[in-house]
Nanobody, 114 residues
Framework: VQLQACGGGLVQPGGSLRLSCTVSGNVFGDAVMGWYRQPSGKQREYAAL???????TYRDNVKGRFTVSRDSARSMVYLQMNGLKPEDTGPYYCNVWQRGDEYWGQGTQVTVSS
């Protein structure tokens, strides 16, 4: 399984970005997909996850601002980020977990600064 993320960039506080991740390889329909991030000086943390049935979960400090989605063929996963704050800055990684195996894409940098 290979993951390719894109869509990061520099944005002012309050702005928006949409991250995309292309997932290729042998991906099962029951795979869990999501986005993680690593704020400066902190460990990698999950931002949002989406299950095969479309159920989503978000860490508390992004609820109401971030939306995770996946396309019907489950070959793409997205993260719409609105109301961005400086503390959202860091690399964002897409992730797939399926049947005991975990896969990571390369990070895409998000910088929120005026």
């Amino acid at each position: 399984v290979q993951l390719q993320a894109c869509g990061g960039g520099l944005v002012q506080p309050g702005g928006s970005l949409r991250l995309s991740c292309t997932v290729s390889g042998n991906v099962f329909g029951d795979a869990v997909m999501g986005w993680y991030r690593q704020p400066s000086g902190k460990q990698r943390e999950y931002a949002a996850l989406i299950l095969a049935d479309g159920a989503t979960t978000y860490r508390d400090n992004v609820k109401g601002r971030f939306t995770v989605s996946r396309d019907s063929a489950r070959s793409m996963v997205y993260l719409q980020m609105n109301g961005l704050k400086p503390e959202d800055t860091g690399p964002y990684y897409c992730n797939v977990w399926q049947r005991g195996d975990e896969y990571w894409g390369q990070g895409t940098q998000v910088t929120v600064s005026s």
